[in-house]
């Protein structure tokens, strides 16, 4: 049997047939961390280093696990040496995705069909290297040859937005690229909240001394992104809560953390549950879809995030008390207020899958004819994964819409991502294929074909328009 061929991960005869109708779709990547910069300066890559392991925390865990000294994954050591570190960890990757990846990357976009190995990797390097320079690889190339019809970044509220306007102007690049608002800064635990406030101040000119000036602040920051073409907000939270508080407890909590004072678990749940409120109701005011991704535990191993920072593999599933109770007061206070905007829910805990889509479905209620206005987003970060897709995707059609799923999502700072979309596809549709052997739908292709072509693309494209 082989791997990697036509067939992989199409486990039954209906998936073949289901997947004929969507491999040849384009893609609405609608959350991803890709620099705008590096889209329009549009450098051809020299190294397959650059392009494959720089800033990629997914392989750097993977190849602490497999004993490689920290040198050869974000150290000083040569491209070739870290290159030939992968090498010898992704051949012993069986099981995990980046085995699955990394083989769709390499012979999708290199048309290389052999395995990588620790015994053929320099001579791969060496022809990989050769590929990027004789096909003039380059961000626009990959985006173009994986038929991109739109990106949406993650950008710093205070973020000029310089380089997608300069996108948005080119002629003969048809992409969209989008920013998408972050203010993660904005929240009072985050270590750069009181710098954020003091920039937020030179960049608006408002004086913030309150917690009603500090909205009206990002309130002048939403309005810019939506003239820059913005869709989307995103938000990443440790835990869901709901903890209401007075104006004048949100200016004292406001005061107290620009003087220093670190915040009380109660003082940030307060400002988390106010900001996120009005945030939301901005959110709605702009038609941005607001995308919440929860449940990561941040930051594990100290001395490896003093040393290189953020975003570095040692971030782990966290867990919460009460999260369907929290989530329902939330939900149904931002009807009451009619600040309820488009939302999708990432939820990083699988045990908590079942109960995030139960509760979602209790606010699908809208007048605008919106296609389950409150999506469970795909599996994210430690459920991007086979499993972790099929358990996501469980949970969705049992409780909710499954038709209206707005489908998989790149979230990824590489531009050799777009394969992922491939992978959730031919995932997608041996999940809906089973149904058919099963004998638990109809075996009709049109409509069920008509079902993975709108959650492959078109339900996304739809849920993003204003």
Same mark, same amino acid.
């Given at each position: ?19 004929? !109708? ?32 720089? +800033? ?48 769709? *990357? ?16 320099? *001579? ?26 739109? /990106? ?12 997608? =306007? ?26 750069? &909240? ?45 835990? /869901? ?28 749940? =307060? ?10 109701? %901005?959110?709605? $005011? #702009? ?24 975003? /570095?593999?040692?971030?782990? /599933? ?10 329902? =007061? ?32 209790? &606010? !699908?209620?809208?007048? =605008? ?5 409150? $999506? ?24 909710? %819409?499954?038709?209206?799923?707005? +489908? ?12 992922? #979309? ?11 294929? !089973? ?32």
């Amino acid at each position: 049997m082989a791997f990697n061929d036509s067939s992989f991960m199409l486990k039954n005869q209906p998936a073949h047939q289901l997947y004929d !109708q969507i491999k040849h779709l384009p893609i609405y990547d609608f959350h991803c961390h890709l620099d705008p910069k590096e889209i329009y300066e549009d450098k051809v890559y020299e190294d397959i280093v650059d392009l494959w392991l720089g +800033g990629d925390h997914y392989k750097w865990r993977l190849m602490r696990a497999n004993g490689i000294p920290e040198e050869e994954i974000t150290g000083s050591a040569s491209k070739l040496t870290k290159f030939k570190a992968w090498a010898k960890t992704v051949s012993r990757a069986y099981g995990n995705p980046l085995y699955h990846w990394s083989h769709l *990357e390499l012979k999708q976009v290199f048309g290389v069909t052999e395995l990588l190995t620790e015994e053929n990797a320099e *001579e791969l390097y060496e022809r990989l290297n050769r590929f990027l320079k004789d096909e003039k690889v380059s961000p626009r190339k990959l985006i173009r040859d994986s038929k991109v019809t739109f /990106i949406g970044t993650t950008d710093h509220p205070l973020d000029d937005l310089e380089w997608h =306007k300069r996108l948005s102007e080119e002629e003969g690049f048809d992409t969209i690229v989008a920013p998408t608002f972050r203010p993660d800064e904005a929240f009072v635990e985050h270590r750069n &909240f009181g710098d954020f406030v003091r920039r937020l101040e030179e960049k608006t000119g408002f004086s913030i001394s309150d917690f009603d000036s500090f909205v009206a602040g990002l309130a002048d920051r939403v309005a810019y992104f939506a003239q820059v073409g913005c869709l989307a907000s995103d938000i990443s939270f440790t835990e /869901i809560c709901f903890e209401p508080a007075s104006k004048e407890e949100l200016d004292e909590i406001l005061q107290a953390t620009r003087e220093g004072k670190i915040p009380s678990l109660v003082a940030v749940r =307060k400002w988390q549950t106010g900001l996120f409120r009005e945030l939301c109701r %901005l959110y709605k $005011q #702009h038609g941005f879809v607001t995308q919440v991704h929860f449940g990561a535990l941040r930051n594990n191993h100290t001395a490896l995030f003093q040393r290189l920072g953020v975003d /570095i593999g040692v971030d782990s /599933i966290g867990d919460q008390t009460a999260l369907t109770s929290h989530l329902n =007061k939330l939900l149904d206070d931002l009807v009451e207020r009619d600040w309820l905007p488009k939302m999708i829910w990432y939820n990083l805990n699988p045990t908590y899958n079942i109960a995030l889509a139960n509760t979602l479905a209790n &606010f !699908q209620a809208n007048e =605008k004819g919106i296609r389950s206005q409150l $999506q469970f987003g795909a599996g994210w970060w430690f459920n991007d994964t086979k499993l972790g897709m099929i358990d996501q995707m469980n949970a969705y059609a049992e409780q909710g %819409l499954f038709a209206n799923f707005v +489908g998989m999502l790149t979230d990824s700072r590489s531009f050799l991502s777009y394969q992922r #979309h491939d992978y959730f596809r031919r995932i997608l549709a041996s999940y809906v294929g !089973q149904w058919i052997v099963d004998e638990e739908v109809p075996e009709d292709y049109q409509a069920l074909g008509k079902v993975v072509q709108e959650i492959s693309y078109f339900n996304a494209q739809k849920f993003f328009e204003k």
